[in-house]
């Protein structure tokens, strides 16, 4: 299938079924993603407390979850809404976000990809790198905060390893977006590096991941046609905008507008 005839697919299905996806995020990022889902057609819900973080996961289409800011009690939600998305066959997508910063975001981050490997793992370089390495898949990597130390590129092989070692699908985003399915490696070269001035729009790629991976049963073109979708509206608002704040409004209607 010609990748535009595959983006307006699943762009079409997301406006026509509203999946509603549920995100365990940061602190910094909610509102942007939950923006972004409900400019792209989805509907979203961010809900994080242990005693509803099952019950939430239950009703979605997709289950995102995001290490941004940690705490033991989400942790648990997350870990329950992880085992109970994958029980019930729901996709779900995790961003490891600062992986490699500290000893406690490597430990959860092993705790919970082993008790309930997800559909999709979506990261920049160092953060795909430093989770690998937590499997001893590669070698350790430190990450800037949460900013990558790493280049997309360099970071294939530890996703491809990766990738194969949970059955899942890597993205790992940079200049060129990488997916990776086992041997398989897809590349997106839509974007611009205004999106790196922008607080979150990693967070916003993998909450995208949830939307697309709610309409399509193919892991790796869902994570594909949200990096592409990312991307090109990226490039878009960066020529409708003067800077990071505009672009964010810029980002939203572009999304809002999209027509493949």
Known sequence: MERNESLRRDVAAIRER???????????????????????????VMAHAREEAADM???AGALVVNLGTLSPQWVEGMELAMRTAREAGIPVVYDPVGAGATPYRDEVNAKLLREAPPAI????GSEIMAVAAGFGLGTAVRTKGVDSTAGSDAAVEAAAALSEFLKAVVVVSGPTDYVVHGN??????YGTPMMTRVTGMGCTASALCGAFAAVNG??????????????????RAAAASAGPGSFQTAFLDALYAFEA
Not at 18 to 44: D, K
Not at 121 to 124: I, L, Q
Not at 220 to 235: D, R, Y
Request: some cysteine; hydrophobic content about 50%.
């Open 218 to 235: 193919d892991p790796a073109e869902a994570a594909l046609n949200a990096m592409a979708l990312m991307g090109i509206c990226g490039e």
């Open 121 to 124: 793992v979506r990261g920049n």
């Open 18 to 44: 509203s999946p509603l996806v549920h995100n365990i995020t940061n602190f910094v990022v909610m509102n942007n993603t939950a923006n972004a889902l409900l400019a792209l057609g989805a509907s979203p």
């Open 57 to 59: 996961a239950r009703l």
């Open 184 to 189: 398989e490696v897809m590349e997106n070269g």
